[in-house]
Every structure is written in structure tokens, then in C-alpha cells.
């Protein structure tokens, strides 16, 4: 008996459901066409909003980068991986974000799963949204707190557990992410900061999708509500719209100095290299510069939404450029994504348990990278295969 024929067992499972997949292969750079297991292929499906990822400017500076500080921090933050550009991007980020101050981890998940277990305590209770991201719902896990959940943005559901349960609680603190990934809408910030205010709760926004997206020249969902100074923890991401890799928290200068001694992901885990950080801080420089970038994102997002609200697809209520295309059975959208995947166009195709049951749909990004002709191109193949599949006339 092999010791690991368990996972035989389980990957069996997998194949049984129907959701055992093979990763496909790019071979070549995150752009508008890419090379998929050595097919020219219509990209749509990648979080790289602004098309930085594969920008030669934000090359350039990470070769440059390389060539003064090597490919590697060596160490993790806390020791001797503290490199000055981890201390440049910081002060950027937090002059870009107009926040205090700015914690830089390795990911958009290592900073959730460090920063909110840092900053509860027993006694404390955290109130998170049921669409909350993954990466969310693991911090919480790690918390030494008490957990609730309200439904998906439903203000009367999160006033009923402040209700309830605020009096029993020293820190009371609100997790949302600012947009959500599966249907592109927002969170209702300005409501939760109200029953903040009102109950005496602290809020925390993971803005991944909203970062280089929303707000004057990508500053963020919360620049877009006008809510600057009243969120107390703002999570961005270097990985979506940065383009490079990392996250960050943008929070008050205390809650830095506490992160620098708690967050495990600090403690734990080699710091951001160095070639990736001179990349990032060009990104954000670009952003600061000019809002170019997030124009063109909006343009083609507001083109090819356009684009198949006239053929008649059900597009959803998305407020940004992510563009669920709601298929319903998930059979029927896998088949759609592959009959895509054949006109040349790749877009993922997200069924349970990523969403609930009879809600499948394919998730299309809209980015900057996109030219017209992409776009024109992409909403034929979906015409050609929504006809054929009876899902439009
Ligand atoms: C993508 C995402 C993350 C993870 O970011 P990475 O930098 O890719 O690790 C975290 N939170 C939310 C809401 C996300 O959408």
C-alpha cells in the first residue's frame, strides 16, 4: 500500500466532480495577446489592470535594481532585509495614498493573514463580510478574536450584530473588502463607516481590486468615496494593478511601529526582493505622475461592457472593470469558456463552490494593455458563441 495513495483518493474526487483541471502554460509575458500553451490567445482574464507587469519603464528600473542590490533581500525585515527602497516605498505609497503611514509585506495575503492577527486581541470581535477574499477569511482564522458575519453588504445585517454585541467587546473592528472580485461591485463604505462611527468600531478595507483602479489616478476606493482619515486599516495590493508583487497596509504611524514587532510575515519570511521593490516604486511613480493609465482602463472597460450589453449578454452589476458575463449552470460555463478559448479568446470561467450554485460565469478583466482591436475581437468571439450556445439571439 503506497503511503500517499490518500491523494490518489482526493485528486480522484476532483476528477469525479468534474473540476480537476491542468494549468495552462504562458510562455511568454502578461500582455493583451499572449502565448497560452503556444497559441496566440486574446488575454482576459489577468489582474495586471494597468498593463505596468510588463511596462519598460517599470523593466528598466528593476534591471537597475538588480544591479546594485542583487536578486535577493537575504533576510527577513526584521533582521537584515530592511533594504532603503522597502523604506522609499513605504513613504510613497503613504504620500500616494495620503495615509500616515505604509507596512509593505511580501503579498496581498501575507498582509492580511500578519496585519490582522497583529491587531486583535481575546475580548476583541471582528466583523467581516461573507464575500469577504480568501486571504481575509484566513486572518480572521488566525485571530485570537471573536468572529461574526454579516451578509453581503447588507447594512441592516451589520447593525444588527454591532447591535447585539458591541457592549461585550473591548475592539470592535469591520473587515470588507472595497470591491469584490467575483461581481465587481463596491462596498458600501460610506455606510460602514457611519455605523463605525455610531457604534465605536474600527474599519479595515482590503482594496486589492480597487487599488490602480478606482479613485483620482488609482488612489483607491476609499479616495473614491472621499473618505480619507476615517478608515483605519486600507490593504492594497503591489500584485493587481502595481503590477510586480507585494501588499501593504496604510494605516496610522503606532499601528507601523506594532506590525514591525508582531506581524509573522515579517518575522517569518524573507522580505520583498529587491529588483521587485525598484519595479513597484516606478509603478506607483507612474501613477502619481499621470492618470493615463486609469483612463484607458475605464475607456475600454466602459467599451467592451457597452459592447456586450448591445448584444445582450446579462453582464451583471459590476462598478468596475471587472465584467462577469452570467452563464448560470456550471457545465454549461465551462463549455462556454472552452467554445471561447477555440475563437482564440481566454477567459476563466468561475463556477461553485467560487461562487454559489447555478451563478457561473466567466470573469472578464478589462485592462489598459487591451487595443481596440482586442476588444473588438474578444466581443465577436462572444457573439459567435453566444448565439451558438443559445445564450443570446
Ligand atoms: C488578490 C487579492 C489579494 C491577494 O493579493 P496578492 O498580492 O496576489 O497576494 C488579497 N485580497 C484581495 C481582496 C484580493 O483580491
Redesign the pocket.
Known amino acids: 500500500m503506497k503511503k500517499l495513495a490518500y491523494i490518489d483518493t482526493l485528486v480522484d474526487g476532483l476528477k469525479k466532480e468534474g473540476v480537476y483541471r491542468v494549468l495552462p502554460i504562458n510562455y511568454g509575458p502578461c500582455s493583451n495577446v499572449i502565448d497560452l500553451n503556444h497559441r496566440s490567445v486574446v488575454n482576459l482574464s489577468s ?1 495586471n489592470y494597468l498593463g505596468l507587469a510588463n511596462h519598460p519603464r517599470v523593466k528598466q528600473k528593476a534591471i537597475e535594481a538588480i544591479e546594485k542590490y542583487g536578486v535577493g533581500a537575504g533576510s527577513v525585515r526584521t533582521i537584515v532585509g530592511n533594504q532603503d527602497l522597502l523604506e522609499t516605498l513605504e513613504n510613497l505609497l503613504a504620500e500616494f495614498k495620503q495615509e500616515e503611514a505604509v507596512v509593505c509585506f511580501q ?3 501575507t498582509c ?1 493573514l500578519g496585519t490582522i492577527p497583529a491587531i486583535v486581541q481575546p475580548g476583541d470581535l471582528i466583523i467581516s463580510d461573507s464575500l469577504n ?1 480568501a ?2 477569511i484566513d486572518g480572521v482564522r488566525l485571530a485570537k478574536a471573536d468572529k461574526a458575519v454579516y451578509k453581503h453588504s447588507d447594512m441592516i445585517d451589520l447593525e444588527r450584530i454591532l447591535k447585539e454585541k458591541r457592549e461585550q467587546y473591548h475592539q470592535v473592528i469591520i473587515i470588507s ?1 472595497g470591491v469584490f ?1 467575483m461581481d465587481g461591485d463596491l462596498a458600501k463604505l460610506p455606510a460602514i463607516v457611519k455605523l463605525a462611527e455610531q457604534y465605536n468600531a474600527l474599519v479595515y478595507v ?1 482594496d ?2 480597487g487599488s490602480g483602479v478606482l479613485g483620482h489616478s488609482g488612489r483607491g476606493t476609499v479616495d473614491h468615496f472621499g473618505l480619507h482619515g476615517k478608515i483605519d486599516f486600507i ?1 492594497g ?4 494593478a502595481i503590477g510586480v ?3 501593504y497596509v496604510a494605516t496610522k504611524k503606532n499601528v507601523k511601529e506594532w506590525l514591525l514587532h508582531r506581524a509573522r510575515p515579517l518575522l517569518f519570511s524573507t522580505a520583498i526582493p529587491p529588483m521587485a521593490l525598484g519595479a513597484i516604486i516606478e509603478s506607483v511613480k507612474m501613477l502619481m505622475e499621470s492618470d493615463e493609465y486609469t483612463k484607458k482602463l475605464w475607456d475600454n472597460a466602459r467599451y467592451f461592457k457597452q459592447g456586450m450589453h448591445a448584444l445582450g449578454f446579462d453582464i451583471g452589476h459590476s462598478e468596475t472593470p471587472i465584467t462577469p458575463v452570467m452563464i448560470g449552470e456550471e457545465a454549461k460555463t465551462m463549455a462556454f469558456s472552452k467554445a471561447l478559448l477555440d475563437e482564440g479568446v481566454f477567459v476563466s470561467g468561475i463556477v461553485f463552490p467560487t461562487v454559489p450554485l447555478g451563478t457561473g460565469r466567466l470573469r472578464v478583466m478589462i485592462s489598459a494593455m487591451h487595443e481596440k482591436k482586442d476588444l473588438d475581437f474578444a466581443l465577436e468571439a462572444f457573439a459567435k458563441v453566444g448565439r451558438r450556445m443559445n445564450i443570446i439571439l
Open positions: 489582474n503579498s496581498g495575503l492580511n477574499h486571504s481575509i473588502d472580485s482590503d486589492a481590486h490593504v495590493t503591489l500584485s493587481k508583487v507585494g501588499g
